[in-house]
């Protein structure tokens, strides 16, 4: 008997009616001879909602309470599921994290889901059950509600077909796949059929919003194949495996973009040893995420200027952390929010000469100043002026022919 984790997003119950339509692909699923696991997210625009009650109470609101707040959106879907299910006359009920239980370590609002006990759910889904979950969070050994981040739910699929030895894991979205590009502002972008570990990691990180990309690095680590699809139609989805499965025909996958960044440049810091380490330990302990890092040559070999990027919403607590560090000097701290990440990615690009000289030379041939550029074996992102960011990804799909 084929055991399987099906993850719905926050667009696939969105609605009552799209909740018994869940319901309805879920008990399909089970009539076909299948052990099913759900994992839902919290219904659409629920968690902005919660997110907004927050901010009205306090600007700093308590993270200890902010993960009691949001956790409850994915509870609520839960239920709903689970009742929709019994309706249909299946055998079904929800598991809250507490009672699996998750447990996680305890980072508020970006916790990890570090161990799963899952006798419960083998035993009910042994006695013919359909058991739900809810995504996005996790107790701690001390029992405190945890959250795993915005996304968090795609991980706590890909941890339960961890836990559980499931044969596979799909995530149910609306849309039909995973594409060469956002396909609601790039209309000729096209459905890829199969993609790699390594490809659909790096998109997820630059931007791409099909999967978060810790629930890909883990699927990865452990080589459990994903398939993503839509719940609205029956179409073939886009399957994720390993890289030695694929046969490529381009250099590169798709290209994505990304408008959450905003660069710092820390000016006039000592050029000398251990002064990057000085300016990144403390935002590493602080949990700021740190993307491309640039350093310019000094010309008085005294003094240089450190660039690098960081999430939009980490920009404050960024310059207060560096202006708060005694261990450094400088002169200035700028930042420029206004910026996008335009990345493209691809296997192919490692056998492909020419391919940073291409990407390039059709920004410049669009008059689109870079900024920033980072690289990876499969990679490459550049920063640019946001207002550029759509010229930009339609200039790259027709060069790297993915129109």
């Known amino acids: 008997m084929v055991k399987k984790i099906l993850k719905f997003g926050g667009t696939s119950v969105g609605t009552i009616e799209r909740i018994q339509h869940v319901a309805k692909i879920i008990k399909k699923e089970q009539s076909m001879g299948n052990k099913v696991v759900a994992v839902v997210s919290a219904m659409a625009g629920k968690t902005n909602e919660l997110i907004k009650l927050s901010k009205e109470v306090s600007k700093d609101f308590s993270k200890r309470e902010y993960d009691v707040l949001l956790s409850s959106g994915e509870q609520v879907t839960c239920a709903l599921l689970a009742g929709a299910l019994i309706q249909l006359k299946v055998k079904a009920q929800s598991f809250l994290n507490w009672q699996v239980p998750i447990l996680t370590d305890g980072e508020h609002s970006n916790a990890r889901i570090i161990n799963m006990h899952v006798e419960k759910i083998n035993k009910y889904l042994d006695e013919e059950g359909i058991v739900i979950i809810p995504g996005f969070q996790g107790i701690t050994k001390n029992g405190e509600v945890t959250t795993i981040g915005r996304g968090g739910s795609d991980a706590t699929a890909v941890a339960i077909a961890k836990m559980l030895n499931a044969d596979s894991c799909e995530i149910y979205t609306d849309v039909d796949g995973v594409y060469s590009s956002d396909p609601n502002k790039i209309p000729v972008a096209k459905k890829i059929k199969n993609i790699s570990f390594d490809e659909m990691l790096e998109l997820s990180s630059v931007g791409a919003k099909v999967m978060q990309s810790s629930a890909v690095q883990t699927a990865m680590m452990y080589d459990i194949p994903l398939e993503v699809k839509s719940t609205f139609t029956e179409r073939e989805g886009t399957k994720i495996f390993s890289q ?39 935002l590493s302990k602080a949990q700021v995420n740190v993307d491309m890092v640039i350093q310019n040559i000094s010309s008085d070999e005294k003094t240089t200027d450190i660039t690098f990027t960081v999430k939009r919403d980490d920009v404050l607590k960024t310059k207060t952390i560096i202006k708060d560090n005694c261990n450094i000097n400088y002169r200035e701290i700028k930042n420029k929010d206004n910026v996008a990440k335009i990345s493209i990615v691809g296997a192919g690009m490692v056998t492909t000469p020419g391919i940073t000289y291409k990407m390039f030379r059709a920004l410049s041939d669009e008059s689109i100043n870079i900024l920033a550029i980072s690289t990876s074996e499969i990679k490459i992102s ?19 022919d993915l129109d």
Do not use: Q, R
């Open 244 to 282: 030695e499965n694929i046969d490529y025909t381009k250099s590169v996958t798709g290209v994505a973009y990304s408008k959450d960044d905003a660069k710092i440049t820390v000016i006039g810091v000592e050029d000398k040893p251990g002064v990057a380490a000085n300016i990144f330990e403390p």
């Open 382 to 400: 550049v920063i640019i002026e946001e207002y550029d960011a759509l010229k930009a990804v339609k200039k790259l799909h027709t060069i790297f």
